[in-house]
């Protein structure tokens, strides 16, 4: 590749780079991506960039101050920064879905802890991570339906561990103790096998509580 090829894929690769910054300064607010999903919509945009394009870019903008990078369970996601816009976050660490929120109890406390420390206070940005809703009714139901399996089995079981009680209790009032024995036996396992599942069951609604 001669000077003037060099200088022009310079120039190509400046341009692309050009057009995926305002792509990303243009993104709507309230919007949060991974650099994948970055990388996706400018590929659907049109935009002829790599995906380690769009992460040099991204890291390049957030140390100017252009986007602000929120570290989640699910990875980083970007956003546009909003000069005088100051907000804080709730992300979920299931899904990833972020949520923008303003409060000014937290920003006082922001203000607090710099005056306490001996900083002087710009701004300050919290990402509380938590369950979403979905994700949290979601998990409940889950729950719900192991501890609801559990119970059913529990009945089948003593249901028949109660008949092979019963016929036990009739031999033993008919000195027929060999027969009283092995039927004794025989519901041993299953009642073992009961109180573990009682075991289980118990566990999962302690998790629910």
Known sequence: MDEYEQLGAKGRQGAAQDNLESFIKGLPRGLHLTAPEVYKQAREKGLKVSLSTVYRTLNSLSMQGQVQALAGEHGRRYEAAEPGHD???LICVKCGLTIEFEDDL?????KSVADRKG???KHSRFDILGLC???KT???DHKIELAT???EQLITSCESATADLEIALEQLNSRKFTRAKELLES??????????ELERCLENLESRL
């Open 87 to 89: 907000h804080d976050h």
């Open 149 to 151: 399996a559990s119970v």
């Open 187 to 196: 519901v041993l396992p299953t009642l073992q096998d009961s109180c573990e």
């Open 138 to 140: 979601q998990g409940d």
């Open 106 to 110: 937290i920003r006082g406390f922001g």
């Open 119 to 121: 900083y002087e206070y």
């Open 133 to 135: 809703q979905n994700c």
